[in-house]
């Protein structure tokens, strides 16, 4: 199992960026993106089901931000608007495999990261 991040980069407070993960052997898997700042744990952003239909976001970014896949074996995307200096933070996803989606636990696979600047 092989995922890639892509997408990430330096914005400007209030724009917009659109993250990429690729993962061969992700079909059929739920899949999740986290986030981690400096200093700050892994925390959870959102989740997608295998077949894009059922979706959940993190309360800090309801509103703003967007996970989707279009179907089982296609990448999955994260479209990030409204993005405020907070958002700072190196961006992974993963392929979700047992448990509670929200929890890091829960993921047995993981990306090596996209970084994301917001500047105020």
């Known amino acids: 199992v092989q995922l890639q991040a892509s997408g990430g980069g330096l914005v400007q407070n209030g724009g917009s960026l659109r993250l990429s993960c690729l993962c061969s052997?992700?079909?059929?898997?739920?899949m999740g993106w986290f986030r981690q700042a400096p200093g700050k744990e892994r925390e959870f952003v959102a989740t997608?089901?295998?077949?894009?239909?059922?979706?959940d976001v993190a309360d800090s970014v309801k509103g703003r931000f967007t996970i989707s896949r279009d179907y089982a074996s296609s990448p999955v995307y994260l479209q990030m608007n409204s993005l405020k200096p907070e958002d700072t933070a190196v961006y992974y996803c993963?392929?979700?495999?047992?448990?509670?989606?929200?929890?890091?636990?829960?993921?047995?696979?993981w990306g090596q990261g996209t970084e994301v600047t917001v500047s105020s």
């Open positions: 997608v089901s295998s077949s894009g239909d059922s979706t």
């Open positions: 993963a392929r979700h495999y047992s448990g509670r989606s929200d929890y890091i636990s829960s993921y047995d696979f």
């Open positions: 052997g992700c079909t059929l898997y739920r």
